[in-house]
Every structure is written in C-alpha cells, then in structure tokens.
C-alpha cells in the first residue's frame, strides 16, 4: 500500500517543488516589471517637468506687457458686481446633496460633533470612529482655526465660494429636520450684518480675525453678544461688536429652531 | 478601566455638550472706511496778541493737513475757535454725529511770542483720552511741535509711524535763466512746508539721498563751466555744520549714491573702468568694494532698510531692467525683476523691501509702476496725469512721492512734485511756484 502510493507522492512533492520555484520566478518577473514601470515613470516625469519650466519661462518673457490699466481703473471693474445677471439656477445647483463640493464635507464633519450622533459612536465597537469624533470636538473646543476638522485654507475656499453663491446654503452642522432651515435662517445674517461690518485701512492690512457668539430671542433681536475668539486687536473686535450690535433686529427665527437662537448657536467669523 | 472609560466619557459628554450645535457663519471681509476726526477748537483762554494768534490758527491748521494725508483712513471734521478753557467731553453727543475721534487743544498766551499747550486725543467709542500732552511752543518750533503731537496721536491710533515728521530732498531750478540754468538741492517738510536750501553751487544738482539719521547728504554735482575736466562729481553735506566733502571725482560717472543702514557706508554708481558699475564706499576711508561685474552698464541703486537687497538698473538684458541682488558681495544672488517695458528708471525699494516702484516709458511718457520683489504683481499707478518719474517711497512705505512734468505751451513745460498713496490715488501737489522740482528723495 505504501509503495504504491509512493510514486505519486513523489511527483506530488517534485509538483510542489516546481510550483514553488515557478511562483517565485513569477513573482520576481512581476515585481521587475513594477519597478521598471516606476523608474520609466519617474523618468518621464523629470523631462516633463523641465520641458514645463522652460515653457513657462518663455511665456512669461514674450507675453507679458506693461499694464495699460492702473490699480484704480482694475478696482473699478473689480467692485462692479459679479453676480449681475448671473442665472440663480446656477447658484442652487452648488446646494444639491449630490454636488461634490466641500460645502456637503463641512456639514458632515460637524455633525460628528453632534452629541448624540457621538454617543452612538461610542456605543458601537467602531472604537477609531469614536477616537475621530473626539479629535473633532477637541479641535473646535479649543477654538482653532481648523474648524470641524478643515484646514484654513479649505475654510477660506469654502467660505469664498460662499460669498460669490450669494444664495447657498453655508458653514453650518446639526442633525434633524430643521437643519436645512436654521442654515438657511444663518446664511441670511452675513447679508444683514456686512454693511455695517467696516474697518480703516490701518486695520485692514493686519489679516486679522476674530468671532462672535450671538443670543437671539425668537422674535430675532439680539439679547447678547460675546467674544468667542478674539482678533488680539481691542479695535477690530470693538468694530466687528459693534456690526453685529447695529444689524439687530435679525429676522423672525422658526418654531423649530428658536432654541437655538436663545441657546447661542449661531458664531459669527469677521471674516471668517 | 471601566472607571477610567467613565472618566473618559464624562469629559467627551462635557466638551460635545459645550460645543453642541454651535455654527460658525462667515461674514466676509469688512469694507474699508474712513474714521471721522472731530477738531475741536483752538480753545483760546485768556488774552492774546496777533502773531499769538495766527500761530493758534496754524497750528489747528497743521493737525487738519496732516491727518488729511491719511484720506482712506481718516476724514476732516472741522470745530470752531472758541474762547475759554476746555470742559467736558460729550462722547454721546458725539458719537450721534458718527465721530470716532476728538482731537482738541487749548492755547494760553505767554510772553509775547509763546503759548501754552494743551493737547488731547480722545477715542468716542471707549469714551477715553489715549493721549495728552502739554508745553511751550513758539513760532520757531511751531511746525516740529505740531507734527510730533499729530505723529503721537496718530501712532495711538494705528500703532505705526506716521509722514508727519519726514522730509523731502529735492532739486530746483528757480532762480535760473534761459542763459544760465542752475539746479540746486533743497529740503522741506513732507507736505511742502519749510524749503530749504541746501547748496549753492552753481551748478547742476543731480541724485541726492539722504541719510537714515537725516543729518548727511548726498549728491553728484556737474559744474557749470564748460571745460574738458567737466565731470559729474560726488560730494557730501554735513547737515548740522553745512561743511561739504568732495567723495569721489573719478573720471565719468560718480553718481546715484544711496545710504546704507548706519549711514557709514554708501551704495553708488561709478564709470571710471569704461562700464558703469555699483560699488560700496567706506565713508571713513573712501575704500571701495565691488557689488556688480557685469559688462553691461549697471546703475541707480536703492537698498533695502536691512542692507540685505538691493535693486538696480541693469542693461544686461539688452534694454534697460530692474534686477535686485545681495550687495553684501560682488554679483551676489542677481534676478532680474522685469521683464518688460521700453525704458525703465529709478527703481525704489519700499522701507520693508517688499515692493518696488520704478518709471517706464509707454504712451509716449514716462508713468510711474509698482511691481513686488519677487517680480509679481506690476501694476500700473498712475495715467494722463503728465509724464511721471522718479518715485520715491514715504518713510512708512505707504505714500510715493514724484515729479510730474505738465506741458504749459509748445516751448514750456513745468515740473513739480506730487504725492499719491502707494496704490496711486493722488493725494495732491506739494511743491508749486518754486521753479522745476525734480528728484524728491523722502527720508527714512
């Protein structure tokens, strides 16, 4: 019995023997072949990177002109309105749910601070989830720059483009059903609050920046106004105060989101 | 752990709840406005004679103008003279009509030709004083008194240095006649007040600079004398004894010379090797070093408050460019800055180095350009205002003066100096009915 089964064990284990090898062999091609694949591509990428800079170069000495406009005649075009005869259905389509846009990303981040939405989080095994949404209160907590979770730069894009959509719907968070409204009731405020939001030239050029807690009662006049990050400028934090001190009364806040005026919800950023 | 886990929920349930709901709502960037300044008085207390008076009068006048400089920032609301000592202040009252500061003073006549002083700057919102000063002054320090309480008030307010204690270099032909055309260097206020002449040599006064520490100059002379040893010589003037020292009289140019930080050091253009090159002069030894080796011409140099850069005019490029490098050795970090324009001259570093203004010829004129360090963002300052050259940053890099050329007739043409602030809004004409003005240098 032993014997007979010996030959096949034999070719069984020489089988083995050369499948091993074989695979190896493979492998090794395979591997060879992303290696030179990489080399070869990085190869490339060096030229196309040279062949760019010289072609920028080249454009900048032969297009470029002396400017035939002054700075006044640019900021002239520059304060005409953009937004003038743009279609508004365009600015809508920046609110849909399926636009890939940052705005969707900041929402979702800021519901993570959620209380509740946390608590699920820590009720679920997923133990780095919860270990996220701390990260997140954390940051804001302490009053950074990053706000739920986005750098200043992603903040200013998003926040740019949120000037030029007048319409859209803006920097906000929160759960339920009155979600949607209470963003829209906040994204009114810049509008209300912008014209009286000034500042001298001195303190323009100082990038400074600073944020307002408000207190409204439901009838959308102002019961407090608060510091919540300060600019280090007494001047430009006076100023900012005082904008939001002079735009009250806001509009009427809803039924289902009036708490949250009275609770101190709304934060403001001069500018951002 | 479990306790450890609780502990650790307690504090995730503290900082949720105290952030819970809180949304942040942009409201963009702020628009730039005026801060109105209220001039109350003079408040005259007691008896005063004429001049007394008229110093009173100036002296309210001075702070009007100065601040009046400062137009994006600041707007004029002008107060009445009014007898008796000053009382209280009414912030209410004045805050209704929109004014954000109180500038007042109150004068008392002594002596015959001096008064007394008390000045006050309020701020309207905080209801304070955030500055006050008291003194003599009398019709000699009238001027420098007046710009230095304005200077104080003004850094209160923005916590930077103010104009209004700089000065102007300039050179004028006045005096000269169609035969003999004499051009000479004067100094004066910022805003034109106090000319002062400073050379009289009889001659052609070009590229003067002054000193950081504003008590030297410097300036290339060409003689008026027509002979083969004519050349355009280097001198400097001690401004607190008048004493001039002849620098440099090498064979061609010895022009274009600029302090360095300390004031121990110049930057200037020398021709003696056949090419125009820039050099360091020791001012102590008049050693020189080399900055530029280049055989093209390398001209009117400007350098930086630090000494660290320096721009220049360069022909290496085949027509005249504005390049910047390290004087600090000899063709030490060269980049050429510009890369258009038919003619451009006199490059100026602003105090912080970050910017450049030059003049350039197009549309048949000269205008005056702004272009960053690192050669981005040219923009134009200034157009159809005449023909515009040799800019000259304010000592807080946010003015820029230049001599403007009008044509009156064919024949005649009349040059002057103007101010606009750095981003080319016309402030006004400073200097007016003093001859042809050219080359203003502001101190810094």
């Not at chain 1, 007494?234 to 509009?251: H, I, N, Q, T």
């Not at chain 2, 520490?213 to 300036?219: A, E, G, L, T, W």
Request: net charge positive; proline share 3%.
């Amino acid at each position: 019995m032993q014997e007979a089964l010996r030959p096949s064990s034999i070719q069984e284990r020489s089988f083995l023997n050369w499948f091993t090898r074989s695979l190896l062999i493979h492998a090794l091609f395979v591997l060879a072949i992303i290696y030179s694949s990489k080399v070869f591509q990085q190869v490339m990428e060096t030229r196309k990177s040279a062949n760019i800079k010289l072609v920028e170069s080249s454009v900048r000495v032969d297009v470029v002109a002396m400017p035939k406009m002054t700075l006044k005649e640019l900021k002239a075009i520059g304060s005409v309105p953009l937004n003038n005869g743009e279609p508004i259905a365009e600015e809508k389509s920046a609110d849909t749910p399926d636009n890939n846009n940052s705005k969707t990303e900041f929402i979702k981040e800021t519901k993570k601070k959620n209380f509740m939405d946390m608590l699920k989080n820590m009720a679920q095994k997923d133990v780095p989830k919860a270990k996220v949404g701390k990260k997140n209160v954390k940051k804001v907590g302490k009053g950074k720059s990053s706000t739920a979770g986005l750098s200043d730069s992603e903040l200013k894009q998003l926040i740019l483009a949120g000037n030029k959509l007048s319409k859209g719907s803006s920097l906000t968070g929160g759960t339920g059903g009155s979600a949607d409204a209470f963003t829209q009731y906040i994204s009114s405020l810049p509008d209300m609050i912008r014209p009286r939001w000034k500042l001298p030239s001195y303190l323009m050029d100082q990038n400074l920046k600073c944020r307002i807690r408000i207190f409204l009662n439901p009838t959308g006049r102002l019961l407090r106004a608060e510091i919540f990050e300060s600019s280090g400028n007494p001047e430009y934090d006076r100023r900012a105060l005082d904008a939001v001190k002079g735009s009250s009364p806001f509009p009427e806040l809803a039924e289902n989101f009036k708490s949250r005026g009275i609770n101190g919800d709304i934060v403001l950023g001069f500018p951002l | 752990m479990k306790v450890l886990f609780l502990i650790f929920t307690f504090f995730i349930s503290l900082q949720a709840f105290a952030q819970d709901g809180l949304t942040i709502v942009a409201v963009g960037d702020a628009t730039r406005e005026q801060d109105k300044i209220y001039f109350d008085g003079p408040y005259i207390k007691g008896p005063m004679n004429n001049v007394q008076a008229k110093m009173a009068e100036e002296l309210m006048e001075l702070f009007r103008n100065d601040f009046a400089f400062y137009k994006k920032s600041f707007s004029i609301e002008k107060g009445m003279a009014q007898k008796g000592a000053m009382s209280g202040v009414k912030y209410q009252r004045l805050r209704s009509q929109g004014i954000q500061f109180l500038l007042r003073l109150e004068l008392e006549a002594r002596g015959q030709g001096e008064l007394h002083y008390w000045f006050e700057f309020h701020r309207v919102s905080g209801e304070e004083m955030i500055y006050s000063n008291n003194g003599l002054v009398s019709s000699g320090n009238l001027r420098d008194v007046g710009h230095s309480l304005a200077d104080s008030a003004y850094r209160k307010v923005t916590g930077k240095e103010s104009i209004f204690g700089s000065k102007i270099l300039f050179v004028s032909d006045i005096g000269s006649t169609r035969s003999n055309i004499v051009k000479e260097l004067y100094m004066m206020d910022f805003d034109g007040r106090r000319r002062k002449k400073l050379t009289r040599h009889g001659g052609t006064v070009i590229s003067p600079a002054l000193s950081f520490d504003r008590k030297k100059v410097v300036y290339s002379l060409i003689r008026s004398e027509r002979s083969k040893k004519r050349n355009v010589n280097l001198y400097m003037m001690d401004l607190t004894t008048g004493k001039t020292t002849l620098l440099s009289s090498r064979r061609g140019l010895n022009s274009g010379a600029v302090f360095m930080p300390g004031d121990k050091e110049i930057l200037l253009t020398l021709s003696h090797t056949g090419n125009a090159e820039i050099y360091i002069m020791d001012l102590s030894n008049k050693s020189l070093k080399k900055v530029t080796k280049h055989f093209s011409p390398d001209v009117d140099p400007s350098i930086r408050v630090d000494g660290t850069l320096m721009t220049f005019l360069s022909g290496r490029s085949g027509t005249a460019m504005i390049y910047t490098a390290d004087p600090r050795a000899v063709e030490k970090d060269v980049k050429r800055i510009s890369f258009v324009g038919k003619f451009n001259a006199t490059p100026r570093f602003n105090p912080a180095g970050t910017e450049i203004a030059f003049s350039s010829w197009l549309d048949e004129r000269f205008d005056i350009f702004r272009i960053n360090s690192d050669g981005s963002g040219l923009s134009r300052l200034t157009k159809d205002f005449g023909s515009n050259e040799d800019p000259t940053y304010s000592n807080d890099g946010e003015f820029i003066a230049f001599s403007s050329q009008r044509v009156l007739s064919r024949t005649k043409a009349i040059q002057n100096i103007y101010i606009m602030d750095k981003d080319g809004e016309i402030i006004g004409q400073i200097s007016k009915d003093f001859g042809n003005c050219i080359t203003p240098r502001w101190s810094k």
